[in-house]
């Protein structure tokens, strides 16, 4: 693009509102994210015989060379400290495993009642009837205040491009549903 720095043609300029506010509270900021859509993954390993997961939306591609997905987990989180240092599996969760997903979110005895999933040599532990499995381990973890950022390195990955997946966006669960 070239400028003429001689022309003396008139431009619009853009009118610009800056608002000065206030750091919000957690509240407030959990409202506001709540704009932002996200998917909804479980994060699941083997611990002896059983399966043990969570459900997670913070999760995020950070880089296709190596290939590395980040997820974000509260410091708060029981089952985080049981899940770290395995190789996991994360499945990214369909518009029909809603009701999982709450199951995965709560502190009910047993998460996976009633659940299908599949345990792989690794450990990594895959949720049946999801979007997108991956195998994963993590490589670094970061501290992100109040939560910490782990990046994991992906190991395999298994798309089924036919399954809608599940989207978390104003604190309520919706429905994508893809061209198939």
Do not use: K
């Not at 994360?90 to 709560?106: G, K, N, P, T, Y």
């Amino acid at each position: 693009m070239t400028v003429n720095l001689r022309d003396t043609t008139p431009t619009t300029t853009p009118t610009t509102t800056t608002t000065t506010t206030t750091t919000p509270t957690p509240t407030e900021l959990r409202r506001a994210l709540a704009a932002y859509p996200t998917g909804v993954i479980a994060v699941c390993a083997r611990i002896g015989d059983d399966p043990v997961g969570m459900a997670v939306n913070s999760f995020t591609s950070i880089s296709l060379e190596p290939p590395l997905v980040a997820i974000s987990v509260a410091r708060t989180s029981t089952t985080w400290p049981l899940l770290s240092g395995r190789r996991l599996g994360i499945s990214v969760l369909s518009v029909d495993q809603e009701a999982l997903c709450r199951q995965l979110s709560s502190r009910v005895a047993d998460r996976f009642a009633g659940a299908e999933w599949q345990a792989r040599d690794g450990g990594s532990v895959l949720i049946s009837g999801a979007a997108l499995w991956l195998e994963c381990e993590a490589r670094s973890v970061f501290d992100g205040g109040d939560h910490e950022i782990v990046v994991m390195e992906v190991l395999g990955a298994q798309s089924f491009p036919d399954v809608d997946p599940l989207v978390f966006h104003q604190s309520r669960f919706h429905v994508i549903h893809g061209v198939h």
